[in-house]
């Protein structure tokens, strides 16, 4: 698993590539922490997300609540299916993870 973050036009775009599991989740919330930290608009794409544990799920929601403390400048574009599965066998839905405008 890896964060990926490039600044592109002032925004930070974060890619999350691999698995959200128990033993990369230290280090992506970390990482994912920090980013969402920092001002200026952000993105999370979680396109590369191969699949999801419990450990992942706890990112999620926390993902979600520090999204929803700056809906103007924070939003996912997009959702894998393995992630989207992992969710729905958890009780969520996309719907709790701010998104773009037409996007995931």
Known sequence: MSVVN?????????????ALSIWEAAATWSDLNSLLSAPGPVEID??????CDG?????????HKLLAQRPEQGHVTGIS?????????????????????GEA
Do not use: K
Not at 81 to 98: E, I, V, Y
């Open 6 to 18: 490039e600044i592109i036009d002032g925004c930070n775009r974060v890619r999350i590539v691999g």
């Open 46 to 51: 979680l396109t590369a997300v191969e699949s």
């Open 55 to 63: 450990a992942g799920v706890q990112i999620l929601c926390q993902l």
């Open 81 to 101: 299916n393995g992630l989207s599965q992992a969710m729905r066998l958890a009780g969520l839905n996309a719907d709790g993870l701010p998104a773009g405008q």
